[in-house]
């Protein structure tokens, strides 16, 4: 308690009718203390218009400061009546004031109202340029944030890439020719809604997709040949992969994943050089009509 004493006495040390002192009651001043009715150590009294009160308040810093304000005359404002309330700066301009003829006194104050709305406005501005500035800096910031999308599978190297580190999600959506471009995009939506939902759970999950018979190879050694669209969730760090078995839609996928990270769903090794196939990139319309030759 004592260096929150110290600090106390300091504060005070220059407010009139405050004193903040201690008293050594087991030496020579046993008998004032006796007088105020201290009976153990340490006693915290207050003299308020010369009565003794006991102190029972908090015993930090600002729990004896707030008690000590409270017990003070509100200060006088500044005024002609009342220098003595002044500050040096405010004595000063009272005192110029008071030597200042009518005519002065008046083109003083327009000068010094003009000041003031001339603060006030710049004030306005340099709020207005700082919220500026602050959403300048929140779009920087996010200048260098990356997008978590969906990606089309195209080679190898992408794939190892967008995966490294974490779990992905790849899901193998029907051939262009066999669901056209309402049906893929229809399809691509359910997965952004999945990634999304992912996010808010604040799960890190890379998503990829692939037209079904572009990843033969893969498909054949990760047994999809249910069907599409077909779903799994690959980490290579662990070597393991699992399969959704659940219909495709958001909601189920979202269910997937959660019984993945939970160790609910089955899990096996990845087959030994496992590799992506190089893929065209999906122009994002239907597939042109089959030529005579295709046919």
């Not at 260096?3 to 006495?9: A, G, I, M, N, V």
């Not at 005192?95 to 002065?104: G, L, R, V």
């Not at 919220?131 to 190297?157: F, M, P, R, W, Y």
């Not at 999809?224 to 189920?252: C, E, M, W």
């Amino acid at each position: 308690m004592q260096p929150d004493f110290d600090k106390l006495q300091k504060t005070f040390a220059e407010t009139p009718n405050v004193v903040v002192a201690d008293l050594d009651c087991s030496g020579n001043a046993q008998s004032t203390c006796g007088q105020h009715g201290v009976q153990g150590y340490p006693t915290l009294k207050m003299i308020v218009d010369g009565k003794t009160v006991d102190y029972n308040g908090a015993r930090d810093f600002n729990g004896m400061k707030r008690e000590v304000e409270s017990k003070l005359n509100p200060r006088p404002a500044c005024s002609l009546e009342s220098k003595e309330a002044c500050s040096k700066e405010d004595r000063e301009v009272l005192e110029m004031s008071e030597k200042m003829s009518k005519a002065e006194r008046s083109a003083k104050i327009k000068e010094v109202e003009q000041e003031i709305k001339d603060a006030k406005k710049e004030a306005a501005d340099l709020e207005k340029k700082a919220k500026t500035l602050a959403a300048s800096l929140d779009l920087i910031k996010a200048g260098g944030q990356t997008v978590e999308k969906v990606e089309q599978l195209l080679n190898d190297a992408d794939w190892k890439a967008h995966c490294e580190g974490r779990t992905c999600v790849v899901a193998f959506l029907p051939h262009i020719l066999d669901d056209a471009a309402k049906g893929r995009n229809a399809n691509l939506k359910v997965l952004d809604e999945a990634l999304k939902a992912s996010k808010k759970d604040g799960k890190s999950i890379g998503f990829l997709w692939s037209q079904g018979g572009d990843q033969f190879e893969m498909e054949e050694k990760l047994g999809l040949q249910f069907g599409f669209p077909a779903v799994i969730a690959v980490n290579f760090g662990k070597n393991r992969f699992g399969v959704h078995r659940g219909t495709y839609s958001k909601d189920q996928l979202s269910q997937f994943l959660t019984s993945l990270s939970r160790g609910g769903v089955p899990l096996a090794p990845l087959p030994e050089g496992l590799k992506a196939a190089k893929a065209d990139p999906w122009d994002g319309k239907d597939a042109p009509p089959p030529t005579e030759e295709e046919l």
